[in-house]
């Protein structure tokens, strides 16, 4: 594990409503970039099969919107 940086303290909490492309998927968060250590268990999220193409992560409440 490494020591929290004064990046991911700004980071954390700030990108609150990620937009995607169909190359992201499948959709998971956290994302591969988020810091392992502010990180929650691991959930997929069915974004392609929302009505809306969007969905908010029931751990953090990031919203995760498909533009494409």
């Known amino acids: 594990m490494s020591i929290p940086s004064v990046a991911d303290y700004e980071r954390l909490g700030t990108e609150r409503d990620v937009a995607l492309n169909r190359a ?3 959709l998971h968060c956290p994302r591969d970039d988020a810091a392992d250590w502010c990180a929650h268990p691991r ?3 069915p974004i392609e099969k ?3 193409q969007s969905c ?3 751990y953090c409440g990031t919203l995760y ?3 494409d």
Do not use: E, I, K, T
């Open 24 to 26: 992201d998927l499948p």
């Open 43 to 45: 959930v997929f999220l």
């Open 50 to 52: 929302s009505p809306q």
């Open 56 to 58: 908010r992560c029931p």
């Open 65 to 67: 919107r498909l533009v």
